[in-house]
């Protein structure tokens, strides 16, 4: 189940993606970032995930376990570690309106045939009570090359458990559910779940990218495809974004964190780096 809510996310970085590329200020090469300064009397860190991948692309670097070994916490988007996460997250996949209502006949159809041809185990009508993004979030790990993906999250949290480390979030499921359906209507994610068996080359590419560390590859490539409109960006990057750090000095002053987050939130215009060396911060990449 927890493969969704990340399932949802990835899809931000494959086929949902803004039509206008803006100028912005280049982020040095690093998925890994020491913050200090500004009064903090223990440094923090921040680290780019990429929410769900296959075993044969995952790997966790030691300055990361490095990093989360020196940190009194573990701080994710969401918490996955909350008793009420699941819960959340199957509430948050549910639809007031169901799928066969909300849908044409033929709309309704289309989608079926992406399923039969995806081989899904599920027909549409098994997920007629589900919500557009839930089909959308299930169907995008079926183009994943293996049968089981690991969750960068969840082994994290495996890792910060094993020594006794607590986890928090940055928001909640509730307010994260709202940013997505606030960002895209039901006729993006329609249209976007009917050309998802065409995403594999994004999906290639992004993980390239990650793998360089190389998040302004990152942050250009997402916005220079089409398919995002500008009040998609203000809810899952900007809106979001600034939460963040609205929150995290708070975080940082009471106990040093390990920040993991989606990459895609640490380069472009709503930078966090960006945003919390414009607070006084220093934020510097950690290479080795």
């Not at 979030?169 to 998802?196: P, W």
């Not at 290639?204 to 360089?212: F, G, H, N, V």
């Not at 809810?235 to 939460?243: D, G, L, S």
Request: proline residues 5%.
């Amino acid at each position: 189940m927890k493969h969704h809510l990340f399932a949802f996310l990835f899809t931000l970085l494959t086929i949902c993606t803004p039509s206008t590329y803006a100028q912005v200020k280049p982020i040095e090469n690093s998925l890994l970032w020491e913050i200090s300064g500004n009064g903090l009397s223990k440094p923090s860190y921040l680290f780019g995930t990429f929410h769900i991948l296959c075993p044969d692309n995952f790997a966790i670097a030691e300055n990361v376990k490095t990093a989360l070994s020196k940190t009194d916490r573990i701080t994710f988007e969401v918490n996955i570690a909350d008793p009420d996460f699941v819960p959340s997250i199957q509430k948050a996949m549910m639809s007031d309106v169901p799928l066969s209502k909300k849908l044409s006949p033929q709309q309704f159809r289309a989608l079926d045939s992406v399923m039969v041809e995806l081989k899904s185990p599920y027909t549409l009508k098994q997920m007629d009570n589900l919500s557009l993004q839930a089909v959308s979030s299930m169907l995008i790990q079926k183009i994943l090359p293996c049968e089981t993906p690991v969750s960068f999250e969840g082994e994290l949290l495996k890792i910060a458990q094993e020594h006794h480390k607590p986890a928090a979030g940055l928001e909640t499921v509730e307010f994260q559910m709202e940013c997505l359906r606030n960002a895209f209507s039901d006729e993006h994610l329609y249209q976007q779940i009917l050309k998802i068996q065409k995403t594999d080359a994004d999906l290639k590419a992004m993980i390239s990218l990650y793998q360089q560390q190389n998040l302004n590859g990152i942050y250009s490539y997402v916005m220079k495809k089409e398919g995002m409109a500008a009040e998609s960006e203000k809810w899952m990057m900007e809106v979001r974004n600034k939460n963040w750090v609205a929150a995290m000095p708070v975080m940082m002053e009471k106990e040093s964190n390990l920040f993991a987050v989606g990459a895609g939130h640490l380069g472009g215009k709503y930078s966090l780096i960006t945003m919390l060396r414009e607070k006084g911060f220093s934020v510097k990449p950690i290479y080795k």
